[in-house]
């Protein structure tokens, strides 16, 4: 797979696309059954699904130690496409996920691990640690982040206080039970 930022960028900006679900698929299938991931697996769980990400992070320019302006990273925002390639559940702050049944749960990392790709956000496991609606989510206890390109800060200079930037990525999310 091209992880070069400009390869990174058409496809988050494809992420409206139908088809960018089943075109993750292809590029994964082969990457993700060969890597095991660092992270630990919670005892007696259960695979609910397993779905592709597009999206982007998005950073904030703030000041920080030494009064000296850094990207803060604020929130996720993607789309996650199930195994037909359809747009099923988008991901936003919180962190949070919201299937199109309505269910929406709210998690909170317990644990992570380094991304296999350079220059990659980190691969992780939250905890759900609230639930809403009856649907595809009500049932989830964890979600593991594996399989990250992308995502780190902007590489563009941050210049001025509360600009925002955002960085395009793609990832496996797994739910379980």
């Not at 409206?16 to 993700?32: D, E, I, R, V």
Request: contains cysteine; charged residues 15%.
């Amino acid at each position: 797979m091209n992880t070069s930022p400009t390869s990174l960028r058409r496809l988050a900006a494809a992420g409206t696309a139908g088809s960018l679900g089943l075109a993750l698929a292809a590029l994964w299938a082969p990457a993700h059954a060969e890597t095991a991931p660092l992270l630990p697996v919670p005892p007696q769980s259960q695979q609910v699904a397993s779905m592709n990400a597009s999206g982007v992070q998005v950073y904030s320019c703030e000041y920080g130690e030494g009064h000296r302006l850094g990207w803060v990273f604020k929130h996720p925002q993607a789309t996650l496409y199930d195994g037909s390639g359809r747009a099923s559940i988008r991901h936003g702050a919180g962190p949070s996920w919201e299937a199109d049944d309505g269910s929406r749960i709210v998690g909170h990392v317990i644990a992570q691990a380094p991304a296999a790709a350079a220059e990659s956000i980190a691969q992780l496991l939250l905890e759900t640690k609230s639930v809403a609606g009856a649907g595809t989510l009500s049932e989830v206890r964890y979600v593991e982040r594996l399989d990250t390109v992308g995502g780190m800060m902007p590489r563009e200079a941050c210049t001025a206080e509360h600009q925002t930037g955002s960085s395009p990525y793609v990832a496996r999310y797994v739910f379980l039970k």
